[in-house]
């Protein structure tokens, strides 16, 4: 077996929330392409094949396979984390695709507001789907993956987790909060054989950034920022995925990855 093939994910399960776009798409299309069987998790529908006029017809509303892009066959959740039973959700993907193995919470939002205009319920609405989602279903999941006793979790952090941010507290709050939960999570399950991780993407060209390319200021500040000199495209974060949901980061735990062009360096 050589180093490559370490990288690998050919008969694993993955469950990536938020995949039906942006990064998660990118993800779960990585994790595919390394040879893995991909649920996603979202309230909309995953994108039709390419070519395809409409979207797949879906033989349940809440429940179907369908093509994720061009990635792949995977399996569709439907569900909104703001409101879900995550045990249900894991059991469903053990149901369908026989296991679990791997889980990306990538699903997140954000609002953005002064801190003194920021609403109870704004703050509630991110903290519930950026990090109170996030503990669940690495919960659920967890209590799988350590009875296997192997699997990988792998969290969406943020450049938020390690600095303010600016007009979105409750957004910088849950990331910090995703940064001290993978490295709790991480101390109790290393010896179990459950590696949690987790990625910090740098500002990544998506619907979630779509008001800050809109605002030219905003985002010229942020390009001359930005070592590499462009905003990063979900499909910048693929690599980094498959990398730590494989056996070749198999010694990485509570580890936060930065892929943000350099920023951080800055
Ligand atoms: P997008 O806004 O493009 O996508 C968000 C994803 O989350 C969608 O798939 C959406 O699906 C899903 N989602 C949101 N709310 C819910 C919910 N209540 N229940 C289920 N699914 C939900 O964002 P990005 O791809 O940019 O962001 C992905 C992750 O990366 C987030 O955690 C974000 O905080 C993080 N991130 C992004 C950065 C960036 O620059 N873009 C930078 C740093 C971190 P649907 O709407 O169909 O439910």
Request: net charge neutral; hydrophobic share 50%.
């Amino acid at each position: 077996m050589t180093v490559l093939d370490s990288f690998r994910l050919d008969g694993r399960v993955a469950l990536v929330t938020g995949g039906n776009r942006g990064i998660g798409l990118a993800i779960a299309g990585g994790l595919a392409s390394a040879g893995a069987a991909v649920a996603v998790l979202s309230r909309s529908e995953p994108p039709a094949p390419p070519g395809s006029a409409a979207p797949p017809a879906l033989p349940a509303p809440a429940a179907s396979r369908t093509q994720i892009g061009n990635l792949g066959f995977a399996e569709w959740i439907r569900g909104d984390l703001a409101d879900l039973d995550p045990e249900a959700v894991v059991e469903r993907v053990v149901t369908s695709l026989g296991r679990i193995d791997i889980l990306v919470n990538n699903a997140g939002i954000i609002r953005r507001a002064d801190a003194v205009d920021t609403t109870d319920q704004d703050w509630a609405d991110v903290i519930g789907v950026d990090l109170d989602a996030v503990f669940r279903l690495c919960r659920a999941a967890g209590r799988v993956m350590l009875a296997q006793g192997r699997g990988s979790i792998i969290n969406v952090a943020s450049m938020l987790s390690f600095q303010g941010g600016i007009r979105v507290p409750a957004y910088a709050a849950a990331k910090h909060g995703v940064v001290g939960l993978t490295k709790a999570l991480a101390n109790e399950w290393a010896g179990g054989g459950v590696n949690v991780n987790a990625i910090a993407p740098g500002y990544i060209a998506t619907d979630n950034t779509a008001a800050l390319r809109a605002d030219p200021r905003r985002d010229a500040a942020i390009v001359d920022r930005i070592p590499a000199g462009r905003w990063g495209g979900p499909e910048d974060l693929a690599g980094t995925a498959v990398f730590l949901a494989s056996d070749a980061a198999r010694y990485v735990h509570g580890a936060v990855i930065p892929v943000d062009g350099g920023w951080l360096a800055r």
